[in-house]
């Protein structure tokens, strides 16, 4: 099969219709509403809660802390990038005959020519390397043009135009240039409905009334995001393949409650590790999936993004190129899962464990774990988080819904918390001095976990003679 991922970039649990319609929220996706309804949706997702640690663990299948991206996002100074000793998916993908191709955001590292995407098994990219840019200069803050097409390097002939429009023509162009007898892999990573605020005005429309001009700007790109969509599925049924592709659509984390986006009724934002930074919108369309073409289709169990490589992998048929490849995923198989025969294997997500990320310096090791470290765990029923979880922390309704209040953090100073997620999926009650057991026995798996860890990489790695800005304005890797 064709294989289409979709990747939107900061759109939050309450920013796609088929969530937003019961939480009050105006967003509108009518188009990703209808592929969703006539597909599977997945209720129980998890992402990490920024992009590049999500971006890392899609394409290498395994949890950030082996990746070396529990510490934030990569920048643009930076040296390291996604670690070069992973065999990423598009790379497995070309070896089993797939013309693989990326359109949109990277993120995962462009310090040198090893770490770009067309290095890494994409055979086609043309998008944009660092984390953000103007939609229509495709300037980033630091004033350099980020903009790339492999085939003819860094380019300006996108000047003026909307991404959503130049990505959109660009999956034209691929589908109508694919070899059809062969199969397409086709990452479509979308900048939609990611900062800098602004769309178009033609999005607007819809939402003139809403009065909170941030909210109203991220609005008009999530539409311009459900049209971008419903253009490539038209490409790809006028080129004969849709009846053929399986189309995964997915965010890269929550919405940042800052910028535009929306978690309610979940707790806290993008880069917290909150339910509302970790808590995903995915789902999952194509006739292999073998549902029916009516009724909803909701899946309950739990998914990592982790576990795409591998389900990839099994839904193409796809062998690896060497089984040391699979031995070292962190992500579980669920094709299976995913048409409805069998049973999710997956109990255990850790969000985070950044060692970087402290509350004091000073060490606090209770049953083997240093509690003042931002961490996270889901397993089975419970969630216990310690250090910083991020300081979005409260409940944020969308702007529009004039009758619903926030609700402020109220964790204080603990450095331990744990909620029971399954009866209280807001976390709103810490259950930790209640449950001393639960505690001891989760610290003893991030223990676990932190054994098995990467060192990450970090600022400290930051270039000082790292160049965003050539003299002919244009960014690209700076060192050999
Ligand atoms: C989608 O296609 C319509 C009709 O051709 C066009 O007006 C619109 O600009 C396109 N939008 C995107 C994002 O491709
Ligand atoms: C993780 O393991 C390392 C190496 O053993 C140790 O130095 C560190 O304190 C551990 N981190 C936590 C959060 O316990
Ligand atoms: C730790 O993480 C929180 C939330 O992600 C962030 O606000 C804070 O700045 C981070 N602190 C450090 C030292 O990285
Ligand atoms: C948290 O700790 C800081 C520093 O010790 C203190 O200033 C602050 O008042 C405390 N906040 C709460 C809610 O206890
Ligand atoms: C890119 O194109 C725009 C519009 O033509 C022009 O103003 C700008 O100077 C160009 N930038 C570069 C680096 O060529
Ligand atoms: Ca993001």
Redesign the pocket.
């Known amino acids: 099969p064709h294989v289409v991922f979709v990747l939107a970039d900061d759109l939050g649990y309450n920013d796609i219709g088929y969530n937003g319609r019961s939480h009050h929220s105006a967003t509108r996706t009518p188009f990703l509403d209808s592929l969703a309804r006539n597909g599977m949706i997945l209720k129980n997702y998890y992402t990490h809660s920024v992009c590049s640690p999500t971006r890392g663990s899609l394409l290498t299948g395994r949890n950030r802390i082996h990746i070396g991206l529990q510490h934030d996002c990569i920048h643009g100074t930076q040296i390291e990038g996604l670690p070069l000793d992973n065999v990423l998916l598009p790379e497995q993908l070309t070896h089993c005959g797939y013309n693989t191709q990326m359109i949109g955001k990277w993120h995962l590292g462009f310090s040198s020519e090893s770490y770009l995407p067309w290095k890494r098994g994409f055979r086609g990219f043309y998008g944009f390397l660092t984390g953000s840019e103007n939609y229509w200069?495709k300037h980033t803050n630091a004033g350099g043009?980020d903009f790339t097409d492999s085939d003819h390097g860094p380019t300006?002939a996108t000047?003026?135009k909307f991404s959503s429009l130049v990505y959109a023509e660009r999956a034209k162009h691929v589908i109508s240039n694919h070899d059809k007898s062969k199969p397409l892999f086709l990452f479509l990573s979308l900048q939609t409905p990611h900062s800098p605020l602004g769309a178009p005005a033609k999005y607007y429309k819809p939402f003139r009334k809403i009065k909170d001009k941030k909210r109203k700007q991220y609005l008009s790109m999530v539409a311009a995001l459900d049209e971008t969509v419903r253009n490539v599925t038209s490409y790809l049924q006028d080129a004969g393949m849709w009846s053929d592709t399986l189309l995964i659509f997915s965010t890269d984390n929550g919405g940042n409650v800052n910028e535009g986006g929306n978690n309610w009724p979940y707790r806290g934002s993008k880069n917290t590790m909150y339910e509302g930074g970790n808590k995903a919108v995915g789902f999952v369309h194509g006739p292999l999936l073998g549902v029916g073409s009516r009724g909803h289709h909701n899946m309950e169990q739990l998914f990592h993004v982790s576990d795409w490589y591998p389900t990839i992998m099994e839904a193409t048929k796809c062998q690896y190129i060497a089984e040391e490849h699979k031995r070292k995923l962190d992500g579980y198989n669920q094709w299976d899962v995913l048409r409805g025969r069998a049973v999710s294997q997956r109990y255990e997500i850790v969000h985070t464990l950044d060692p970087i990320n402290r509350t004091s310096e000073v060490a606090d090791v209770q049953y083997g774990f240093d509690v003042n470290v931002q961490a996270a765990i889901m397993n089975e029923r419970w969630k216990l988080l310690t250090g910083n979880p991020g300081c979005m922390g409260g409940w944020y309704p969308p702007a529009e819904a004039k009758e619903l209040v926030a609700a402020i953090d109220i964790r204080g100073n603990k450095t331990i918390q744990l909620y029971d997620i399954v009866s209280d999926p807001l976390e709103q009650y810490e259950v930790s001095s209640l449950y001393p057991a639960v505690v001891k026995e989760l610290l003893e798996r991030l223990a676990y976990h932190n054994s098995t860890a990467r060192p990450p990489i970090s600022r400290a790695s930051d270039d000082k003679n790292a160049c965003l800005r050539w003299a002919?304005?244009?960014i690209r890797p700076w060192r050999n």
């Open positions: 200069s043009i300006n000047w003026g002919d304005g244009y």
